[in-house]
Antibody, heavy 118, light 107 residues
Framework: QVQLVQSGAEVKKPGASVNVSCKAS????????MHWVRQAPGQGLEWMGI????????SYAQRFQGRIAMTRDRSTSIVYMELSSLRSEDTAVYYCARRMGPTGFDYWGQGTLVTVSS | DIQMTQSPSSLSASVGDRVTITCRAS??????LAWYQQKPGKVPKLLIYTASTLQSGVPSRFSGSGSGTDFTLTISSLQPEDVATYYC?????????FGPGTKVDIK
């Protein structure tokens, strides 16, 4: 069965970077784009960016440009999302989510809580 | 960028009521519109894609309609387990923007 398993919670200081991983299993890793979405406490869903697992090409939401990087490792079926220059407003649950063809995001990771605090 | 709006931001209805949530895109999105349900403390769940296609396993009381810029999610008979926040999302092209959400609870 399809599973997206994310790395564990992180606590970071302002200005630091965080790297969240998402391991995919149960399907062909290169067949589906992977997205990252975050949700600040009590807030809505915010799309952050997309990575093509086949060639590693990416597209990021404008507000994260310059401090976000998504990469993938085809040998382990893992995608990574690194966010740098963290500030308190980046405290959120970060999700990876798979998009299958014409559908929306049909499978989601369990979420990774990133807390930014001095 | 295309903006997504939803109305109402919250609603309270009785069990068995028909509930309607509206989503509007600032430009046409070719029906690449999805609806998600997120229960408190849980991961979002895909309900509907391409505006009106029910995701496998989703109860038939959920339905979607609309095209172009105006879309609707309908729960035909609200159940206690439908208490959640509902989000629409455009996914025709990046950015894959979500609406602000509609919180549904039981009166």
């Amino acid at each position: 069965q399809v599973q997206l398993v994310q790395s564990g919670a992180e606590v970071k200081k302002p200005g630091a970077s965080v790297n969240v991983s998402c391991k995919a299993s149960g399907y062909t890793f290169t067949s589906h784009y992977m997205h990252w979405v975050r949700q600040a406490p009590g807030q809505g869903l915010e799309w952050m960016g997309i990575i093509n697992p086949t060639d590693g090409s990416t597209s990021y939401a404008q507000r994260f440009q310059g401090r976000i990087a998504m990469t993938r490792d085809r040998s382990t079926s893992i995608v990574y999302m690194e966010l740098s220059s963290l500030r308190s407003e980046d405290t959120a649950v970060y999700y990876c989510a798979r998009r299958m063809g014409p559908t929306g995001f049909d499978y989601w990771g369990q979420g990774t809580l990133v807390t930014v605090s001095s | 960028d295309i903006q997504m709006t939803q109305s109402p931001s919250s609603l309270s209805a009785s069990v068995g009521d028909r509930v309607t949530i509206t989503c509007r895109a600032s430009q046409g999105i070719n029906n690449f519109l999805a609806w998600y349900q997120q229960k408190p403390g849980k991961v979002p769940k895909l309900l509907i894609y391409t505006a009106s296609t029910l995701q496998s396993g989703v109860p038939s009381r959920f339905s979607g309609s609309g095209s172009g810029t105006d879309f609707t999610l309908t729960i035909s008979s609200l159940q206690p387990e439908d208490v959640a926040t509902y989000y629409c999302q455009k996914y025709n092209s990046a950015p894959f923007t979500f609406g602000p959400g509609t919180k549904v609870d039981i009166k």
